[in-house]
């Protein structure tokens, strides 16, 4: 059974930092592009961050460009999403998603396994 759990979130001050975990089960990570995504109330899910099965295949929603930074270490199965300077905006219940697809195809739609999603909340 694929099973994707999201861990590391919480709250924190703007400007600080916290890193998310995806943890994978039940497929072999390798061949497979995670995605990142975020809630939050009353708004749409959206694409934070995507990271695929080939080398330098990563992308990233403009508002979060350098200030996040996904990894991957497919021997542990786990992906992980570093967040840095972080902004009131940011607050949401984030998601990690796993498709058989370039990050180039990253749109919400073309996940098929979801996680059960990670409460951020950024706030002073």
């Known amino acids: 059974q694929y099973r994707l759990v999201e861990s590391g979130g919480g709250l924190v001050q703007p400007g600080g930092s916290l890193r998310l975990s995806c943890a994978a089960s039940g497929f072999t990570l390798d061949y497979y592009a995670i995605g990142w995504f975020r809630q939050a109330p009353g708004k749409e899910r959206e694409g934070v961050s995507c990271?695929?099965?080939?080398?330098?295949?990563?992308n990233y929603a403009d508002s979060v460009k350098g200030r996040f930074t996904i990894s991957r270490d497919n021997a542990k199965k786990m992906v992980y999403l570093q967040m840095n300077s972080l902004k009131p905006e940011d607050t949401g219940v984030y998601y990690c998603a796993a498709e058989l697809i370039p990050c180039s195809s990253w749109q919400l739609y073309n996940f098929g396994t979801w996680g059960q999603g990670t409460q951020v909340t950024v706030s002073s």
């Open positions: 990271i695929g099965s080939g080398v330098g295949d990563i």
